[in-house]
């Protein structure tokens, strides 16, 4: 029940978050529009019941996960997550994504602009930190890489996103 309260927590999120015009990237990104959209439609401002959740949980459609510290949404599906090595593509529904195992490779990944401006706020503290006296020349090239590789999914972002 808990899982499916913060799934529709998140979800309910990312229908207000869709009727002010955001946007999703990323391989799974018209996934997670019909989540959403699927989600509106059915659940979202109504009380959900034991046996309501229950079928939410058992639709594929709806198993969208927000990966926070990933800075991310995981639009699960076992067939093609990559946090699960031994995937297969008959595993049950209900099986979840491994947060600690995200790959940035992975088909189930959507960004929302909200996902984006964090990763902005991340570039930002980067830039911080890299115009720092304090930072030695090691860290300063490791700063340098990861804002590279966090602006390219900005930019990525920028260039495919679709209107929720």
Request: net charge negative.
């Amino acid at each position: 029940m808990e899982e499916a309260f913060s799934i529709s927590d998140g979800l309910t999120r990312a229908v207000q978050a869709a009727d002010n015009g955001t946007h999703a990237s990323g391989p799974a990104a018209t996934r997670y529009k019909r989540g959403v959209d699927e989600y509106r439609n059915i659940y979202a401002g109504k009380t959900m019941n034991v046996k309501q959740a229950a079928a939410m949980m058992r639709n594929p459609a709806l198993r969208i996960f927000d990966n926070g510290p990933q800075i991310l949404a995981c639009c699960y599906d076992s067939a093609k997550a990559l946090c699960h090595p031994d995937r297969k593509p008959n595993k049950p529904i209900e099986q979840s994504p491994d947060p600690t195992a995200c790959d940035s490779r992975c088909a189930n990944i959507a960004r929302t602009d909200e996902h984006i401006e964090q990763i902005q706020q991340k570039i930002n503290e980067s830039r911080v930190a890299l115009e720092s006296d304090i930072e030695p020349l090691p860290l300063r090239e490791r700063l340098k890489q990861r804002i590279n590789s966090l602006q390219s999914l900005v930019d990525n972002h920028e260039e495919t996103k679709i209107e929720l």
